[in-house]
């Protein structure tokens, strides 16, 4: 349990910017194929009861970092499109007005300086929700489309159909105050690859500024797990699989689109802002039931000085907020923030590790010398665990001249089987500041 003190006892950092991600952890129906947290058959007064604890939160953290820039924030879920435009409007002024740069006030019509993202279903918008949002200050939508194709569309036990697909973009560009990323998914039951390229030919038609791409997979306790287990469903062999996304993804490369990260392409210049700062190690707020957020730790004071610490060594701190109903019960219905948050403590090893396992999932790879500079140790040191790696073969050899560490794509798309050896080779680097 974490009080209102929790600022003293994990010696929170004030770095000079933050990002917010925000969780709405709501949905209609749980889709087969997802484990993501979220809640089902949840009525309006709860909905009310989430957003104001939520805003609760999202005080209490501002006023922990009072001279901090908020970058971006990234309402996900869950399908924050649920939530009634009566409740929608007040609670996005609100958020506003504790995280939108003060030189923009609470509208923002480009997302070079701050992006504010909002992940959509088809079937939960419509242009007064639409209007809302666009008044609020969002300018960036995520809208889960996953298939132009009723039939994959009902296998992945969707709400919408094609039609409330289509319906959804054409008013979303009606309304045109929005950039727009969409998901797609391949590796469907029985899909072909004609059918992964009408997909992708009936996204090109909206010319969406992002695009995220997923080839489906099946993770455990899911309906869809169960499904495949009694021979129901069929999801062909790996190299059909791996098939179909070269298909989707060498049509999005002829159209113009970047391929920037393992699961994500964008038109020139559009690359998601968010997320792009995940992959970088930025730190972030996590708002909401469920949500997740990382912060670093100040450093300890001089030897003798009194200052509450946490595990010695420890660089950053993540901090995961409760589901629902613990959330609701901690927060309470005044005063300070209470929730039962869970507590990871980071090391500099942690951190230069995970630096390095997103980093790599991105065409921008890594910076040596700011990694090494960040993390204490030495860059020439570095450089030979990199080039001693076994995914040194899929290097970027141009990237690495130049100071980066880079992985060609099919190095990129073989990550997870490279990383432990990474691991390894980075646990043994000597440091000069406490790695």
Same mark, same amino acid.
């Given at each position: 349990?974490?009080?209102?003190?929790?600022?003293?006892?994990? !010696?929170? %950092?004030?770095?000079?910017?933050?990002?917010?991600?925000?969780?709405?952890?709501?949905?209609?129906?749980?889709?087969?194929?997802?484990?993501?947290?979220?809640?089902?058959?949840?009525?309006?007064?709860?909905?009310?009861?989430?957003?104001?604890?939520?805003?609760?939160?999202a005080?209490?953290?501002?006023?922990?970092?009072?001279?901090?820039?908020?970058?971006s924030?990234?309402?996900?879920?869950?399908?924050?499109?649920?939530?009634?435009?009566?409740?929608?409007?007040?609670?996005?002024?609100?958020?506003?007005?504790?995280?939108?740069?003060?030189?923009q006030?609470?509208?923002?019509?480009?997302?070079?300086?701050?992006?504010w993202?909002?992940? /959509?279903?088809?079937?939960?918008?419509?242009?007064?929700?639409?209007?809302v949002?666009?008044?609020?200050?969002?300018?960036?939508?995520?809208?889960?489309?996953?298939?132009?194709?009723?039939?994959?569309?009902?296998?992945?036990?969707?709400?919408?159909?094609?039609?409330?697909?289509?319906?959804?973009? +054409?008013?979303?560009?009606?309304?045109?105050?929005?950039?727009?990323?969409?998901?797609?998914?391949?590796?469907?039951?029985?899909?072909?690859?004609?059918?992964?390229?009408?997909?992708?030919? !009936?996204?090109?038609?909206?010319?969406?500024?992002?695009?995220?791409?997923?080839?489906?997979?099946?993770?455990?306790?899911?309906p869809?797990?169960?499904?495949?287990?009694?021979?129901?469903?069929?999801?062909?062999?790996?190299?059909?699989?791996?098939?179909? #996304?070269?298909? /989707?993804? /060498?049509?999005?490369?002829?159209?113009?689109?970047?391929?920037?990260?393992?699961?994500?392409?964008?038109?020139?210049?559009?690359?998601?802002?968010?997320?792009?700062?995940?992959?970088?190690?930025?730190?972030?707020?996590?708002?909401?039931?469920?949500?997740?957020?990382?912060?670093?730790?100040?450093?300890l004071?001089?030897?003798? +000085?009194?200052?509450? /610490?946490?595990?010695?060594?420890?660089?950053?701190?993540?901090?995961?907020?409760?589901?629902?109903?613990?959330?609701?019960?901690?927060?309470?219905?005044?005063?300070?923030?209470?929730?039962?948050?869970q507590? +990871?403590y980071?090391?500099?090893?942690?951190?230069?590790?995970e630096?390095?396992?997103?980093?790599?999932?991105?065409?921008g790879?890594?910076?040596? %010398?700011?990694?090494?500079?960040?993390?204490?140790?030495?860059?020439?040191?570095? !450089?030979?665990?990199?080039?001693? #790696?076994?995914?040194?073969?899929?290097?970027?050899?141009?990237?690495?001249?130049?100071?980066?560490?880079?992985?060609?794509?099919?190095?990129?798309?073989?990550?997870?089987?490279?990383?432990?050896d990474?691991?390894?080779?980075?646990?043994?680097?000597?440091? +000069?500041?406490?790695?």
């Amino acid at each position: 349990m974490i009080d209102a003190q929790i600022e003293a006892p994990l !010696r929170l %950092g004030q770095p000079d910017e933050l990002m917010v991600y925000l969780h709405i952890p709501f949905c209609s129906t749980r889709c087969g194929y997802c484990d993501f947290y979220s809640e089902t058959d949840v009525g309006e007064l709860r909905i009310a009861a989430t957003l104001k604890a939520i805003l609760r939160e999202a005080e209490w953290y501002r006023a922990i970092y009072p001279k901090a820039r908020f970058s971006s924030l990234y309402l996900g879920g869950g399908t924050p499109s649920l939530i009634p435009s009566k409740l929608l409007a007040p609670f996005l002024a609100r958020l506003a007005r504790l995280f939108a740069p003060a030189t923009q006030g609470s509208m923002h019509s480009s997302t070079d300086e701050f992006e504010w993202s909002f992940e /959509a279903n088809p079937e939960s918008l419509d242009p007064e929700k639409l209007s809302v949002l666009a008044e609020s200050g969002v300018n960036r939508l995520s809208l889960g489309v996953q298939s132009f194709n009723d039939r994959f569309l009902r296998a992945l036990d969707r709400q919408a159909d094609s039609q409330m697909v289509q319906r959804a973009l +054409e008013e979303i560009q009606n309304n045109g105050r929005f950039e727009l990323s969409l998901d797609l998914m391949t590796g469907l039951p029985d899909q072909s690859k004609d059918d992964v390229a009408a997909d992708v030919q !009936r996204l090109l038609n909206y010319r969406p500024e992002h695009l995220s791409l997923y080839s489906l997979t099946v993770e455990r306790g899911t309906p869809l797990e169960r499904r495949v287990q009694e021979g129901l469903v069929s999801l062909g062999a790996p190299s059909h699989r791996d098939s179909l #996304w070269e298909t /989707a993804t /060498a049509l999005l490369r002829r159209n113009g689109y970047q391929h920037y990260e393992i699961s994500n392409f964008c038109l020139p210049g559009k690359h998601a802002r968010h997320n792009s700062g995940y992959w970088q190690g930025r730190p972030y707020l996590g708002l909401g039931p469920g949500a997740v957020g990382t912060l670093p730790l100040a450093p300890l004071g001089p030897p003798g +000085e009194r200052v509450p /610490a946490s595990p010695p060594g420890e660089r950053a701190v993540r901090i995961g907020n409760p589901g629902l109903r613990e959330y609701l019960q901690a927060t309470g219905v005044s005063g300070g923030l209470r929730p039962a948050h869970q507590l +990871e403590y980071l090391s500099g090893q942690d951190l230069l590790l995970e630096r390095f396992l997103l980093g790599l999932r991105t065409s921008g790879g890594v910076r040596i %010398g700011a990694c090494a500079a960040e993390f204490g140790v030495d860059e020439a040191a570095l !450089r030979t665990v990199v080039e001693s #790696w076994k995914g040194a073969v899929y290097l970027d050899r141009r990237s690495f001249a130049a100071g980066r560490v880079a992985l060609r794509q099919g190095g990129r798309m073989l990550l997870d089987r490279l990383l432990p050896d990474l691991a390894v080779r980075l646990e043994s680097l000597p440091n +000069e500041s406490g790695l």
